[in-house]
């Protein structure tokens, strides 16, 4: 049974730091593309940043230079270090694992307070 299950969040004020975790059981994160997306309150699902299997890194334009993901394969888990946050950073922010299938973590809610 394959598990993904984020970690890290919580209420910041702006300006301020996080680093989300996702563990991964029964499926490997380093021969997948994994990524990081996020939905905020009234609004759709959107994706923020990924990693390919090959360790190329790619972060949507409203959070680039100021968040990075990075995964430890040793581990199976994803990392995705989020600085300078702003309030419009709020979201629950979600795990994905896109190989042959596609996985999905519950989330973590992150509250940036301003």
């Known amino acids: 049974q394959v598990q993904l299950v984020e970690s890290g969040g919580g209420l910041v004020q702006a300006g301020g730091s996080l680093t989300l975790s996702c563990a991964g059981s029964?499926?490997?994160?380093?021969?997948?593309?994994m990524g990081w997306y996020r939905q905020a309150p009234g609004k759709q699902r959107e994706w923020v940043a990924q990693i390919t299997s090959g360790g190329s890194t790619y972060h949507a334009d409203s959070v680039k230079g100021r968040f990075t993901i990075s995964r430890d394969n040793a581990k199976n888990t994803v990392y995705l270090q989020m600085n300078s946050l702003k309030p419009e950073d709020t979201a629950v922010y979600y795990c994905?694992?896109?190989?042959?299938?596609?996985?999905w973590g519950k989330g973590t809610l992150v509250t940036v307070s301003s």
């Open positions: 029964g499926v490997i994160f380093g021969i997948n593309v």
């Open positions: 994905r694992c896109s190989g042959r299938m596609d996985y």
